[in-house]
């Protein structure tokens, strides 16, 4: 199999289905010529042409709103938000309008798009306040919409064909810091990973922590360094955030007894909560220590400067001090 990148699991993943089906369309800012400010599409406008890769306006409400009347004509649009911070003009349409369609139309109706768009920062992201902030709690918390948020190539690619073929809108979110700060093997052949079902990446008996996007390999990090003083931690990766795999998380806590919850967005009302609310429910008797979690700070994003980014950002260190804080317990 062949190493790519996460951007190219993206691409790769569009031109396939593009290929496949022709009622794929993309459409948003810089999409076509430019091939996207990341190179996400790069290529799809010299195969498939101007009227299936779009170039729009700067008009995120415009870009989603054209995108769910497609869907609703029979299409399969995919809809680019150049970066996640600059969605909200475009809430009202995905909120009132694509996430209610088969609710309000008693099942008559539905709204097969996918929304994408980079997200997310680092240290040496130099994202700033409009160019790093971690939104998914806003959509997770909306019936109607499925939440994604891969952490390598693999799932990339699966994860997007897979959301292609959904016949609900969902929101696919690519954290800018991986897009190629990693290779990973990717089958040239088809294959799908489920949306709403997450993976063990380490195993562990000690401790639980579920995590999703690129704080997973944070996670990693950390869990590997506690492994030298043999407390062994159990990594999840949600994958998607909702649905969340609701069985998948039960079973980890109940089976270690402690859990972190771990994410790059501010903390509080965040998916942490859930995921936290969730355990409390279903695994209380089960728990040999308080449900943790660790994220974001309360600033609306990861400051420019390195240093300050440094005090935002979670890092290795910060979530393995948090780790044997509750292995102390």
Same mark, same amino acid.
């Given at each position: 199999?062949?190493?790519?990148?996460?951007?190219?699991?993206?691409?790769?993943?569009?031109?396939?289905?593009?290929?496949?089906?022709?009622?794929?369309?993309?459409?948003?800012?810089?999409?076509?010529?430019?091939?996207?400010?990341?190179?996400?599409?790069?290529?799809?406008?010299?195969?498939?042409?101007?009227?299936? &890769?779009?170039?729009?306006?700067?008009?995120?409400?415009?870009?989603?709103?054209? /995108?769910? +009347?497609?869907? @609703? *004509?029979? #299409? !399969?649009?995919?809809?680019?938000?150049?970066?996640?911070?600059?969605?909200?003009?475009?809430?009202?349409?995905?909120?009132?309008?694509?996430?209610?369609?088969?609710?309000?139309?008693?099942?008559?109706?539905?709204?097969?798009?996918?929304?994408?768009?980079?997200?997310?920062?680092?240290?040496?992201?130099?994202?700033?306040?409009?160019?790093?902030?971690?939104?998914?709690?806003?959509?997770?918390? &909306?019936?109607?919409?499925?939440?994604?948020?891969?952490?390598?190539?693999?799932? /990339?690619? +699966?994860?997007? @064909? *897979?959301? #292609? !073929?959904?016949?609900?809108?969902?929101?696919?979110?690519?954290?800018?810091?991986?897009?190629?700060?990693?290779?990973?093997?990717?089958?040239?052949?088809?294959?799908?990973?489920?949306?709403?079902?997450?993976?063990?990446?380490?195993?562990?008996?000690?401790?639980?922590?579920?995590?999703?996007?690129?704080?997973?390999?944070?996670?990693?990090?950390?869990?590997?360094?506690?492994?030298?003083?043999?407390?062994?931690?159990?990594?999840?990766?949600?994958?998607?955030?909702?649905?969340?795999?609701?069985?998948?998380?039960?079973?980890?806590?109940?089976?270690?007894?402690?859990?972190?919850?771990?994410?790059?967005?501010?903390?509080?009302?965040?998916?942490?909560?859930?995921?936290?609310?969730?355990?409390?429910?279903?695994?209380?008797?089960?728990?040999?220590?308080?449900?943790?979690?660790?994220?974001?700070?309360?600033?609306?994003?990861?400051?420019?400067?390195?240093?300050?980014?440094?005090?935002?950002?979670?890092?290795?260190?910060?979530?393995?001090?948090?780790?044997?804080?509750?292995?102390?317990?």
């Amino acid at each position: 199999m062949p190493e790519i990148t996460y951007v190219e699991a993206i691409r790769d993943a569009l031109r396939e289905e593009m290929r496949r089906d022709d009622r794929v369309i993309v459409i948003g800012e810089d999409v076509g010529v430019k091939g996207g400010v990341f190179g996400a599409t790069a290529g799809l406008f010299q195969e498939f042409g101007e009227e299936r &890769v779009i170039d729009s306006p700067l008009a995120e409400a415009a870009i989603v709103g054209v /995108a769910i +009347g497609c869907a @609703l *004509a029979g #299409l !399969r649009p995919v809809a680019e938000i150049q970066f996640l911070d600059f969605i909200p003009p475009a809430m009202d349409q995905l909120i009132s309008e694509a996430a209610k369609i088969r609710y309000r139309s008693n099942n008559d109706w539905s709204c097969p798009m996918v929304v994408r768009a980079p997200c997310g920062g680092g240290v040496h992201v130099h994202g700033a306040l409009y160019h790093s902030q971690m939104l998914e709690a806003l959509f997770a918390h &909306v019936p109607g919409l499925k939440v994604v948020l891969p952490s390598n190539p693999y799932d /990339a690619k +699966g994860l997007l @064909l *897979a959301a #292609l !073929r959904d016949p609900d809108p969902v929101c696919f979110f690519e954290h800018k810091g991986l897009y190629r700060s990693m290779r990973q093997e990717v089958p040239d052949e088809e294959y799908l990973v489920p949306i709403g079902r997450g993976r063990i990446v380490r195993p562990g008996r000690d401790i639980s922590c579920f995590t999703y996007g690129a704080t997973v390999h944070e996670v990693v990090t950390a869990a590997e360094s506690l492994s030298r003083d043999a407390i062994e931690v159990e990594v999840v990766d949600l994958r998607t955030v909702r649905p969340l795999d609701r069985d998948l998380i039960v079973e980890s806590a109940t089976r270690t007894g402690k859990v972190l919850v771990a994410h790059e967005a501010n903390l509080a009302v965040g998916v942490g909560a859930e995921v936290a609310a969730l355990v409390a429910e279903e695994c209380f008797q089960a728990l040999d220590g308080p449900v943790m979690r660790i994220g974001g700070p309360e600033i609306p994003a990861i400051p420019f400067a390195e240093s300050l980014a440094e005090v935002y950002c979670l890092g290795p260190r910060k979530i393995e001090s948090k780790l044997r804080e509750l292995a102390a317990y």
